[in-house]
């Protein structure tokens, strides 16, 4: 058996995407490198063994150490302690005891790695102090991330909860995550509080034991978060005022009451169609979720050009409109209005964020507003049957930070409450099956608590999978099927329909979704209320002929026709009124001429393994562009259905 040190090691380079990378998937656009400060537990109980032997204090150095030695050069880290200087509570300085040991810099990997040998455990556990130190130690600009990490409960006020709310009040732009050591019962609620309220995510560290053995299967893994981001903006509660927008992805906060936000688009020429979308948390379950609304308008009277409202499925919702329609205004006027509303439990959305994407799509040559818009037939379903599966793939959280994918079969794992996201590349003329395979019994899939699957374009609107795509294939699983113990195979499944720019004038908002290319993200959610973790296989497949239909567009510059294997929009601009940076490149590469299916992919972004190290490292890593973190923490206690040994 390998040892400790070593499963740590493998674990950490790959999380972070600095182990050599497989062909066949990319990540994300890379996001801007933000300030970190680690702030460290010295307090006496580190020198407490965890199960499988070692103590708390060996098993984070040799994490430690591993992750210094591959930190990116352009990452700036600091590291400070606490619990470090003075034994006992009732000596003075005892609530104070907390020191930077290494300043926050890019050229101090040396003095990280002689702090990390001198790492001891000793004192008390002054944790609300130290954050707050922690803060003045990032200074006050950019992206700055404090990580905590500890294997108790406070023994010092101030109450590092309220510290956390304080120091992340006033922006996204620092929040606090947490890696509680083997914590239980108090302990682990009050870590788990301080980064809930830090804007950050919780992560339990499991035993060094549980590492060793169960770092292929995730068991102990918590929930992954969802991240949105762009460009901060705050819209208005009227169109006067309203800020003005460009193509890009942009961040902006729900009203504290049932409110409204506008926004203002500088049309750049004349019948170009302008395609607006938005995405927000949803923390319930089936359809009764928060859910918003996305208007587009000719002017600021009202003058609606179209309306999509959220379904809040998962941990997240999406909408999607655009300025398609059989007005002519709709197509000429020089200002579009956006419009975004809180349309149930506006109370629970109140200072929440949402990520709105804005693309400004450029004429079609010789196009005109039509007045009719006939519904098209829908692609049928062929049977898909999974391939060897690829256990590499590393999802993403949602539609911004999805990794890129081919068609092929996927082996994942997903806890309660979580969402995962890959993207496929889709053209003129094509449409995308995606299937979903595991094995559950009855109880995981009552009560709205069954894995859920969806598709949504790059502009967070809807692409296919209306509500007949229940009674599309013959070999799907219905729930009430199911045995009520015995865990039994199921089978669901979502398609993305044919891709032609005359969509855009169907009525039906998973048709007028479809009348761009771009990435296609598909969406594997399991709610809060899941009984359990569960590991399943993702199988996807592209069908028709790339370019067919392909519209002529006019030349416009500044305005890029969709593409394929396009994002669309990405958090380019720098501030309201400033133009977007054009969307990266995302292609997928070809996979290995020797893998058993069509990809074998890998990404940059974080997935959660098991255990100490690695969960430190997720946490030492997670570091990007403006982003809102929904905190989850899975059960360390609870065993995905099925032998994940035996798939992989």
């Not at 037939?377 to 890129?404: F, H, K, Q």
Request: net charge negative; proline share 8%; aromatic share 6%.
């Amino acid at each position: 058996m390998r040892t400790t040190a070593t499963i740590v090691a493998a674990a950490l380079a790959a999380v972070v995407g600095l182990a050599p990378t497989s062909v066949g998937a990319q990540p994300a656009e890379a996001a801007e490198t933000g300030s970190m400060m680690l702030v460290l537990d010295a307090s006496g109980s580190m020198a407490e063994k965890v199960s499988g032997g070692g103590t708390k204090i060996k098993a984070a150095r040799s994490a430690l150490r591993t992750v210094i030695d591959q930190l990116p050069e352009d990452q700036p880290v600091g590291l400070r302690v606490y619990g470090a200087t003075v034994f006992d509570a009732s000596k003075p300085g005892a609530c104070t005891d907390s020191q930077q040991v290494v300043a926050l810099g890019l050229d101090n990997r040396n003095e990280l790695r002689s702090a990390v040998d001198d790492y001891k455990p000793y004192g008390e556990t002054p944790i609300g102090h130290a954050l707050r130190e922690a803060a003045k130690d990032l200074g006050a600009e950019g992206q700055r991330t404090i990580v905590l990490v500890s294997d108790g409960e406070p023994t010092c006020d101030p109450d590092p909860c309220r510290v956390a709310a304080q120091l992340t009040k006033k922006g996204f732009d620092l929040r606090v995550d947490v890696v509680g050591l083997d914590v239980k019962g108090k302990a682990r609620a009050k870590l788990q509080c301080i980064a809930d309220r830090g804007n950050g995510t919780y992560y339990d560290a499991a035993s060094a034991e549980d590492l060793v053995d169960t770092l292929s299967t995730a068991q102990t893994r918590a929930s992954r978060p969802f991240d949105l981001s762009g460009t901060p903006v705050e819209g208005t509660p009227t169109p006067s005022g309203a800020p003005t927008v460009t193509t890009g992805q942009w961040l902006d906060t729900f009203p504290s009451r049932k409110g409204e936000l506008w926004y203002r688009i500088e049309r750049t020429a004349p019948g170009s169609t302008i395609h607006v979308g938005a995405a927000h948390r949803s923390t319930d379950i089936g359809n009764s979720g928060q859910k918003i609304s996305v208007l587009t308008h000719s002017d600021d009277a009202g003058n609606q050009c179209g309306r999509e409202s959220s379904f809040a499925r998962g941990s997240l919702g999406y909408a999607g409109t655009s300025t398609a329609s059989r007005d002519e205004a709709c197509a000429t006027s020089p200002v579009v209005y956006v419009q975004v509303t809180q349309d149930s439990r506006p109370e629970e959305l109140a200072g929440e964020p949402v990520e709105i994407a804005i693309y400004e799509e450029p004429p079609i040559a010789g196009a005109t507003q039509t007045s009719t818009a006939v519904t098209p037939e829908r692609p049928a379903w062929t049977p898909l049957t999974p391939g060897s599966p690829d256990d590499t793939v590393v999802p993403g959280t949602s539609v911004s930070n999805a990794p890129v994918v081919n068609d092929g079969t996927y082996a994942l794992d997903i806890n309660p409450g979580e969402t995962q996201a890959v993207a496929v590349p889709l053209d003129w003329g094509q449409h995308l099956q995606a299937q979903f395979d595991a094995r559950i019994t009855r109880p995981s899939v009552t009560d709205f608590a069954n894995p859920d699957l969806q598709i949504t374009g790059p502009l967070r609107q809807e692409v296919g999978g209306d509500y007949t795509d229940m009674a599309l294939s013959d070999d799907w699983t219905s729930y009430t099927s199911l045995p009520p113990d015995e865990p039994s195979a199921f089978r669901w499944g979502r398609q993305a329909y044919t891709v032609a720019p005359e969509h855009r004038h169907v009525v039906e908002s998973w048709w007028a979704g479809s009348s761009l290319p771009g990435l296609r993200y598909i969406l594997v959610s399991l709610p809060e209320d899941a009984v359990a973790a569960i590991s399943y296989t993702l199988t996807l497949k592209t069908h028709g002929t790339a370019g067919t239909g392909a519209p002529e567009y006019e030349e416009v510059d500044d305005l890029t026709p969709p593409q394929a294997d396009s994002r669309l929009v990405t958090p380019g601009a720098t501030s309201a009124s400033t133009d977007a940076e054009p969307p990266a490149d995302t292609t997928p590469t070809e996979p290995p001429a020797d893998s058993a299916d069509e990809s074998a992919v890998e990404s940059g972004f974080p997935w959660l393994p098991v255990g100490l190290g690695s969960a430190l490292l997720v946490a030492l890593v997670a570091i990007g562009a403006f982003v809102v973190r929904r905190r989850r923490a899975s059960d360390p206690s609870v065993t995905p259905p099925g032998d994940r040994a035996s798939e992989r």
